[in-house]
């Protein structure tokens, strides 16, 4: 199988489905001719011309609010942020309006369109470049919520994700973008269903639900509990946070009885919370030891790589707290 | 410092040399950005207070407003009677406790929307604040429904979900209220983004207030519309104060129109309350967008004669002001115009009792609409 980056796999996505669809079209900082910041966007706009890349000024409420319109009447904006912390910035257009929009015209309008761009530590962009920005974005009803680990499942996700009629964030993750994954070939109809967790490592022992780049630490953790320790963890990888696919994890403590969430964003109201509340409500018959969350530590995010690898919830704190929790 | 509103002023009066900070749009320089037909406009500006001064009903400040067919005027006038009647209505229902939260009435705004609905398309856009009823019914929507969706009733358009802050009817081209100040703007590039990407010829007019030209959104998006010489129009209803705050207060400039012509835009300073006026301001800003010349900034002058909202106290001007502004309020202004064409009185009589008649049917058809069904709130979060 062909492999591809994680970005070229967007790329490619956003390509194919630009040629597919002319009402969908690119708006954001850099995006068209230096090809976004991190390169995502490269080479659409010598394809599709300035008016389906838009360089815009650093006006985040202006373009985001401008997407908007611009959905009311069916085209189809791909809103990159540059990073997703700038979600802040267009905080009022992102919740107040877009999420609410067809509910508050009682669905005389809908919005079909994405937001998206890579948010996560692990680059030493520190407090304000660095942020996970999926459980802000969950708290508000109307926007879906995605965000994939691979190459493979990110072009499928972008590729449903763009055609799905209602706003949907797309959350990328800079320490996935250079990473390398198989592929599908391009311009194929390869579309995976915003909605659908998978199982990416089976296990007997425990199950960690985790997303996006903190899989890829999960991966790592579980071979060296494998390894050293002998205890085999499952691992689903949510890919979609709203709407989130408590079935297939669920299916999975089934079997362990024992259910870990991990992710990057903070431990406090994070996806962990969420997920263990709802496994306590949902299916608590299914535990067989008390359910557990990591997230990120409780302060802002340090630039120094020392301090940063000490606050962010990687491999060395989901080996410990899995081994805490095979102790229960 | 000497502020305008404290002092009362008469509009029209050049004599403001006292008062610092103050600029005179005559006197001003925009060289290097505007094309002919600015400085055009600004050269025939006179200078006009945005504080309480009194605007003159007659002045078509800055631009020449050719007179409308008088059948044509009769028909605005039947728009904005229906307006300010629906507005009466609300109030009224509002006392009596039919209807939650913040409601905004537009009384004494009426030409703003009746001039500008009659000066664009079907298939042109518009959003506007949530002070919005006047638009609504200007856009086309019918009045029953639209109290219905005051009162939250089934039969209104967002079938009670959005209220009186966030009226909305695509098929009128009405894409939404909005209950944030300013956040409209933005909504009304993107739909004239979306009309320029398609080689659509559809214009997109947003309207807003004095109080919203200070959001960070509305200069973003001056900036952007200008720079891609977007097919809008920005409409100001500067009613002089932002909520319960005169704008003198909190402004640091005098007069809001000259302040866009920084971005590279066109702009002018009109009566609001002369619906011949606003229908010619857009009528030219229209053309200006459709001929892909970019957007323009209009700010009319205008007054709202309620609070700013049901209920609002109004301790921050005087009745006086009020009265004063009454001579000069848009039902005024066109009945005075009707009857300079020679309407008769009782043509005029004729159109207040059936509008008066048909809102009562409306009112009645509101409140006779019944409950959304509760599983409705749960529907239209996603499509």
Not at chain 1, 81 to 91: E, H, I, K, S
Not at chain 1, 323 to 328: A, I, P, Q, T, W
Not at chain 2, 313 to 325: F, G, V
Request: with cysteine.
């Amino acid at each position: 199988m062909r492999r591809t980056t994680y970005i070229q796999a967007i790329n490619e996505a956003l390509r194919e489905e630009m040629r597919r669809d002319e009402n969908v079209f690119l708006i954001g900082e850099d995006v068209g001719h230096y090809g976004g910041l991190f390169r995502v966007t490269r080479n659409l706009l010598d394809e599709f011309g300035e008016k389906r890349v838009l360089d815009t000024p650093i006006s985040e409420q202006a373009f985001v609010g401008m997407a908007l319109g611009a959905a009311m009447v069916g085209m189809r904006p791909i809103v990159e942020l540059m990073y997703m912390d700038f979600t802040l910035v267009a905080a009022d257009q992102i919740f107040n309006q877009i999420a609410k929009y067809a509910y508050m015209t009682g669905g005389l309008l809908n919005i079909p369109l994405v937001i998206r761009g890579q948010q996560g530590g692990g680059k030493r962009y520190g407090s304000q470049h660095s942020q996970s920005v999926e459980s802000l974005y969950a708290h508000f009803p109307g926007i879906k919520v995605v965000a994939p680990a691979t190459p493979y499942d990110a072009k499928g996700l972008l590729k449903s994700v763009i055609r799905d009629d209602n706003p949907v964030a797309f959350l990328e993750h800079k320490m996935l973008y250079f990473t390398r994954g198989d592929a599908p070939p391009p311009d194929e109809e390869h579309l995976i269903p915003i909605g659908k967790a998978e199982v990416k490592r089976e296990g007997s022992d425990l199950t960690i639900a985790t997303f996006s780049y903190c899989l890829l630490q999960a991966l790592e953790g579980a071979a060296t509990l494998h390894e050293k320790y002998g205890i085999d963890c499952e691992i689903v990888d949510l890919r979609t946070i709203e709407p989130l696919d408590t079935e297939t994890i669920w299916e999975s403590v089934a079997k362990t009885g024992r259910l870990l969430a991990v992710h990057e964003s903070y431990a406090m109201c994070g996806i962990g919370a969420e997920l263990v509340a709802r496994a306590y409500e949902e299916v608590p018959h299914l535990l067989r030891a008390p359910a557990r969350r990591v997230g990120m530590a409780p302060v802002s995010i340090p630039v120094s790589r020392a301090l940063e690898e000490e606050v962010l919830p990687w491999k060395e704190e989901i080996i410990a707290t899995v081994l805490e929790m095979e102790r229960e | 410092m000497t502020q305008r509103g404290e002092t009362q002023s008469k509009a029209k009066s050049t004599d403001d040399s006292a008062a610092p900070g103050f600029s005179q749009p005559g006197a001003n320089d925009v060289s290097g950005v505007q094309d002919d037909w600015v400085a055009q406009t600004l050269k025939t500006s006179p200078a006009i207070s945005i504080t309480t001064d009194i605007l003159p009903s007659d002045s078509a400040m800055g631009i020449e407003a050719p007179p409308l067919p008088t059948e044509q005027l009769l028909e605005m006038y039947r728009g904005a009677l229906t307006i300010r009647l629906m507005e009466e209505s609300l109030l009224a229902a509002a006392e009596e406790g039919k209807i939650g939260g913040a409601m905004h009435t537009a009384i004494g705004h009426e030409a703003n929307a009746i001039g500008a609905a009659f000066a664009l398309r079907p298939g042109d856009y518009i959003t506007c604040t949530y002070r919005g009823h006047h638009h609504g019914l200007a856009w086309g929507m019918d009045p029953g429904r639209a109290i219905a969706e005051v009162m939250g009733r089934a039969d209104g358009f967002a079938k009670g979900k959005g209220g009186s802050m966030h009226f909305v009817s695509p098929e009128h081209g009405l894409m939404g209220a909005n209950g944030i100040v300013g956040a409209q703007a933005p909504h009304a590039a993107g739909l004239a983004l979306a009309s320029w990407l398609r080689g659509e010829d559809r214009v997109a007019i947003t309207f807003f207030g004095d109080g919203a030209f200070y959001q960070g959104v509305m200069h973003e998006t001056f900036n952007i519309a200008a720079k891609w010489k977007l097919p809008l129009i920005f409409y100001c209803e500067n009613n002089r104060y932002s909520e319960m705050t005169p704008i003198w207060r909190t402004s640091s400039i005098d007069d809001i129109y000259l302040f866009p012509r920084s971005y590279g835009m066109a702009s002018m300073q009109i009566d609001g309350n002369d619906v011949e006026v606003v229908h010619a301001a857009v009528s030219q800003a229209a053309a200006r967008a459709r001929a892909g010349e970019g957007p323009t900034f209009i700010e009319g002058i205008t007054y709202r004669l309620a609070g700013h909202m049901a209920g609002d106290l109004e301790t921050y001007r005087p009745q006086a002001e009020i009265e004063m502004q009454k001579a000069y309020e848009p039902l005024t202004v066109l009945r005075q115009k009707l009857r300079a064409r020679g309407v008769e009185e009782t043509q005029i009589a004729a159109i207040n009792e059936e509008v008066d008649e048909s809102m009562d049917e409306a009112v009645a058809f509101a409140e006779g609409s019944p409950w959304p069904d509760p599983a409705e709130a749960y529907r239209d979060v996603y499509t």
